[in-house]
């Protein structure tokens, strides 16, 4: 067998992982095959299995992608703005956007995958982690900066605000209604400060 490069490997698993998504994106987890990711990214059934254990395998590869990308995204979000308000604001608006510029994935990691056994102790566990301590550390930030009262649980802000984006995102992911980002993010970044932010000290 001829011994490929690992730049020519590298394309081979990016194509596979580029062809996996929009196959279970359109088709959902259990609909999709294989054989179809394979002709979509043009290679062959047997080398899919050269790289990726099984379909379940493919599946946590797409979404590893897809969660180290929105990852970095937020986190370099979280950098922007001068104060609490503005920061959250940011947050939550790039977290409802992903439900629009990703819906397909959204969907397939909260219907296929944090349900599943096999969740716990993964990679993507451990990446959704990281994600949402970007909002626990801002609100941590926020106490200490004095600008968020000092009895704020940073845990239980951060479930309530990912927790009321999810139930608000998902009929849309579900394919029912829309979902306007920027009139949303507002919103819930007034409730949540109203809730838990101090007056401003340079108030008159």
Same mark, same amino acid.
């Given at each position: ?52 254990? *099984? ?6 590869? &797409? @979404?590893? #992608?897809?969660? +180290?990308?929105?990852? =970095? /995204?937020? $986190? ?49 566990? *451990? ?6 301590? &970007? @909002?626990? #550390?801002?609100? +941590?930030?926020?106490? =200490? /900066?004095? $600008? ?57």
């Amino acid at each position: 067998m001829p011994v490929i490069s690992a730049e020519r490997m590298q394309g081979r698993i990016d194509a596979i992982i580029e062809a996996a998504t929009s196959v279970f994106g359109a088709k959902g987890y259990e609909a999709a095959s294989i054989a179809e990711i394979a002709r979509r990214a043009e290679v062959s059934d047997g080398l899919i299995y050269r790289y990726f254990s *099984n379909k379940r395998d493919l599946l946590y590869r &797409v @979404l590893e #992608a897809f969660y +180290e990308r929105v990852v =970095a /995204a937020l $986190e370099k979000e979280a950098a922007n703005g001068t104060t609490f308000d503005s920061r959250l604001l940011a947050i939550v608006r790039r977290h409802l956007g992903n439900f629009v510029a990703d819906r397909e994935l959204c969907r397939l990691f909260l219907s296929e995958v944090r349900v599943a056994s096999d969740y716990k102790g993964s990679t993507i566990q *451990n990446l959704n982690r990281r994600y949402v301590s &970007v @909002l626990t #550390a801002l609100i +941590e930030a926020g106490i =200490a /900066a004095g $600008e968020v009262k000092p009895d704020a649980s940073p845990k239980l802000v951060r479930n309530v605000i990912f927790g009321a984006i999810e139930h608000i995102a998902w009929p849309y992911v579900n394919g029912d209604g829309k979902l306007d980002v920027e009139e949303t993010a507002i919103a819930v970044t007034n409730l949540i400060c109203g809730g838990i932010c101090l007056p401003s000290q340079n108030k008159a």
